[in-house]
């Protein structure tokens, strides 16, 4: 999208290992954009881990070629390809014998940086992953697993490569760390915008961060290249069906935000609105339940029975919203908080402007529309005409009847 | 030149209580032999080997001092460590205790020991060497048993406990069966140690088979001094073989052949999988 | 005779101390001198079999029983026959001593590379140092505290080993203690054997205290 030349360009890409009969990754075509993440995800044998470690040439391809950046890597000394790119895999492998600051000063220190520099780069690099100051001089033994890879990210990241290559790098540390470290790596490259082909075998890791996922069956073969909503959407083949499983939709829930659903006024009246126009508000939308508003402000929900022809709307007894979400909160979020209060509808609170309203409904709606060409925004795909009914239960607090 | 012949002197045994001039001399009880004696003329000499100068004599001496060495060893370290290991206790004394033991040096022991045995009557020999033969043999003996208990796998020890066995059974039938192999490790590696070490006995006011190779250094004879060399080290290399064929014999399910009877592996493995 | 009594022949006199200072002296300087002689060579001959043993795996086993073989041959057998071929002096007494550390040093050694961890080694490949710079800024340091302790053992295995050198005549402290045996005086065999093991323990001090300052990394992993 950026760039013509794509930052890593794999092309017929072929490894079989001495004595094996079988290619581990066969005839391998792959374009990495600058800038972007691709996750190499698939079962185990998919050959995933080799075709990263061809990328810096810690395993040599039988044949094919490999170019980042327009540079064929087998033209460079492997030494000086593998020190402009930055390499994280899942054990670490952190320097027990060194301090955390020769640990991330080790690739500029070869490649001959003086001393205010290294030091310089190595507290920018600490501040950048999330490490206390006071920690460079520890050793490794001395950090808990989570510092220890983002220490590891740091030393991948210390002579700014353009391009970073990480090997199940959140694979060792438990599922609270590794959610918490893939959110900082997310927000890592949204400042240093590097190249980064990431290998997991965790469907749910490569969703969420990829930019765009490999999807590889057993012997190196790719099965689909897609944004991981179109995978989760249009599974190209049987296998990928499979890999993704039953739970897909589910996994999309948590690609798509509040923000990507068409704006859905809902049964909203401003408050000075006449019964009348209520009345017709709440048969647009099929909904028992009225909200109102006052400006950008959401008032609370009113009983669709109470809105009576000579009573003010602004008199009715009125209810908090039980459920309530942002624009950015996933769609699974918000199909949680919704069945969590026991109602069909959350309110969207746009940092206290009313944001309008969204239902399971036209979630269910979001998910089952067909596959948009840019899949990462579903809107295209959502029919325009929201005349589903809203809600047969209360909006409102579940003791609101 | 057949007049090969082992001129040994009267040794007068010491009367217990007798003075260290008397004890000495008899240390210096030699064996003689022509110095162009060839070793094979040594050797096939049937004198060599008979008398209380013989090589027979020699190597009874020396094959009961090694067999009461590692026997006493094995009854101090074995049951020690595998009750302390089984314990989990003392661990840092046990790393210890394998440094210090490691640090000394059996000759300078012995040698120490020599004049204090004398004093209490009981002569140049056997209790220095043996002394000091035993505190050279436990150290490796204690090690190899304590770290073969402690990596016993927790599972099939917390098993047993689970089953309700008492600590007695699951250090007897659990921990100590499956140590087994590391344990008799140990006490190779000790065993071979203390044959390859025993001849330096001959230098304290003993015999041995290291007496040939002090016998031939003093007499400055070739032919003793390599065939004292040569028996010494068939007698080492030839521990070490034996010991790696028991230990071959004494691996699962041979586990059997050593403790008599059922295996005791056998029957703990029994005992978890019904039930 | 003046030696047949305990006061005649105490355990110790210590007016020995400044009569034959200078005897002392030269077997506790000979006997520090053989034993370091020794594991030096014993260091260096092992190196090199270590790093034969892990350019080819396939050597590990042979060296391995060639070192324990070494270590199996009685050490009065091995001064004894080599004092027929090389006379009494240095080399019969130091081949010996130096091939019984061999077996120490080179496990010790191989135990330290093995301990490389594969994830450290990958790590370091794929930042792209050289494999020379592997070795010396990664491998050799990880794999020194392995050294160290192998080098402990050998050496205060060694102090023993060298009062054994005293029956060919070249065995430090070793030739005190046999001395005081042969003439029945116990004095010299009191210190010339406890010297030697004062000796050892402070080898053995020694070491630990090197291998403290020198791996800081590790500093709570190690006992005395």
């Known amino acids: ?401 | ?275 | 005779m003046p030696l047949t009594t305990s006061a005649a022949n105490p355990l110790i006199r210590w007016s020995y101390f400044t009569e034959q200072w200078d005897r002392i002296q030269e077997a506790l300087l000979q006997h520090i001198q053989l034993t370091l002689l020794a594991v030096a060579a014993g260091f260096v001959i092992s190196a090199g079999l270590a790093f034969l043993g892990l350019r080819y795996r396939w050597s590990i086993g042979p060296i391995t029983l060639f070192a324990a073989t070494l270590y199996t041959i009685p050490s009065v057998a091995f001064f004894g026959v080599l004092v027929n071929y090389l006379g009494l002096g240095l080399l019969t007494a130091l081949i010996p001593l130096t091939a019984f550390t061999i077996l120490i040093l080179v496990t010790n050694i191989l135990d330290g590379f093995n301990a490389v961890p594969a994830p450290v080694r990958e790590a370091a490949d794929g930042m792209g140092l050289t494999p020379t710079q592997r070795l010396f800024t990664v491998e050799i340091p990880i794999a020194v505290p392995y050294m160290i302790n192998g080098l402990r053992i050998a050496t205060v295995t060694t102090v023993g080993l060298v009062t054994v050198a005293a029956i060919i005549g070249y065995g430090g402290l070793g030739r005190l203690i046999l001395d005081g045996l042969r003439r029945t005086f116990w004095t010299p065999l009191t210190i010339g054997a406890s010297l030697s093991i004062l000796l050892a323990l402070l080898f053995d001090l020694l070491f630990f205290l090197l291998g403290a300052k020198l791996t800081p990394w590790a500093k709570r992993k190690q006992t005395l």
């Open chain 1, 1 to 401: 999208m950026t760039t013509s030349t794509p930052a890593i360009r794999l092309r017929g890409v072929t490894k079989r290992f001495p004595g094996s009969s079988e290619d581990a990754v066969s005839d391998l075509d792959l374009d990495v954009e600058q800038g972007s993440i691709v996750v190499l995800v698939g079962p185990s044998g998919c050959g995933k881990t080799t075709t990263l470690r061809m990328i810096n040439r810690l395993i040599e391809p039988t044949s094919g070629t490999i170019e980042i950046e327009g540079q064929d890597v087998a033209a460079l000394p492997t030494t000086q390809l593998r020190r402009g790119i930055g390499y994280v895999i899942q054990q670490v492998g952190l320097f027990p014998h060194r301090t955390i600051e020769a640990n991330i000063a080790t690739v500029p220190r070869t490649l001959g940086w003086d001393k205010g520099r290294i030091r310089a780069r190595v507290e920018e690099l600490v501040d950048v992953v999330g490490i206390d100051r006071h920690m460079l001089t520890r050793y490794p033994d001395e950090l808990s697993g989570g510092q220890q890879q983002r220490v590891g990210v740091a030393r991948a990241l210390a002579a700014d490569p353009p391009v970073l290559l990480m090997d199940e790098p959140f694979g060792a540390v438990d599922p609270i760390v590794r959610t918490r470290l893939q959110d900082e790596l997310l927000e890592l490259q949204s400042r240093v915008h590097k190249t980064i082909v990431l290998v997991t075998h965790d469907l749910d890791e490569a969703v969420k961060i990829a930019d765009r996922i490999v999807l590889l069956n057993v012997g190196g073969v790719v099965e689909q290249y897609a944004s991981p909503d179109q995978l989760l959407r249009q599974p190209a083949s049987e296998f990928v069906a499979s890999f993704v499983g039953e739970d897909r939709s589910m996994r999309r829930l948590n690609l798509s935000t509040v923000a990507d659903l068409p704006y859905h006024h809902g049964p909203v009246v401003e408050v000075g609105a006449s019964p009348a126009q209520a009345r017709s508000a709440m048969e647009d939308e099929g909904s028992e339940w009225l909200g109102l508003t006052d400006g950008a402000c959401f008032l609370g929900w009113v009983e669709g029975t109470e809105v009576v022809d000579g009573r003010r709307l602004g008199d009715l007894h009125r209810f908090l919203p039980a459920a309530q979400v942002r624009p950015d909160s996933s769609l699974r979020n918000a199909m949680e908080v919704i069945l969590n209060s026991r109602t069909t509808v959350a309110v969207i609170d746009d940092d206290g402007a009313f944001g309008g309203v969204v239902t399971l409904e036209r979630i269910r709606r979001a998910l089952a529309a067909p596959a948009a060409d840019d899949a990462t925004s579903p809107e295209g795909a959502l029919p325009d005409a929201a005349n589903a009914g809203t809600a047969a239960a209360d909006p409102a607090t579940g003791h609101g009847r």
């Open chain 2, 1 to 275: 030149m057949s007049a090969v012949h082992l001129a040994a002197p009267p040794t007068p045994t010491p009367p217990v209580g007798g003075t260290s001039i008397e004890v000495a001399a008899t240390w210096l009880a030699q064996a003689a032999v022509p110095r162009d004696t060839t070793l094979a003329q040594w050797l096939l000499d049937p004198d060599t080997w008979t008398g209380r100068a013989g090589i027979l004599t020699s190597l009874a001496d020396t094959v009961v001092l090694v067999v009461a060495v590692i026997v006493t060893s094995i009854l101090l370290a074995v049951p020690t460590a595998a009750y302390l290991a089984h314990k989990r206790r003392a661990e840092l004394a046990s790393a210890w205790v394998v440094n210090i033991g490691r640090a000394i040096p059996t000759f300078a022991i012995a040698g120490l020991l020599v004049p204090i045995s004398l004093r209490a009557g009981y002569g140049f020999e056997p209790w220095p060497i043996f002394i000091a033969l035993v505190l050279l043999t436990v150290p490796p003996m204690y090690l190899s048993t304590y770290t073969a208990i402690k990596q016993v796998d927790p599972a099939a020890v917390n098993a047993a406990r689970a089953m309700g066995f008492n600590e007695r059974s699951v250090l007897f039938t659990v921990e100590l069966p499956l140590a087994l192999t590391v344990i008799f490790t140990g006490i190779r590696v000790a065993s071979v140690q203390v044959v390859a070490t025993e001849p330096i006995r001959a230098f304290l006011g003993g015999d041995g088979l290291g007496r040939y190779v002090r016998d031939g250094i003093g007499q400055n004879n070739p032919t003793l001094t390599l065939g004292g060399a040569l028996l010494i080290a068939i007698l080492a290399g030839g521990t070490a073989v034996l010991f790696k064929g028991l230990e071959f014999l004494a691996k699962p399910p041979g586990v059997r052949r050593l403790s008599g009877g059922e295996s005791t592996a056998r029957k703990v493995r029994r005992q978890l999988v019904s039930d």
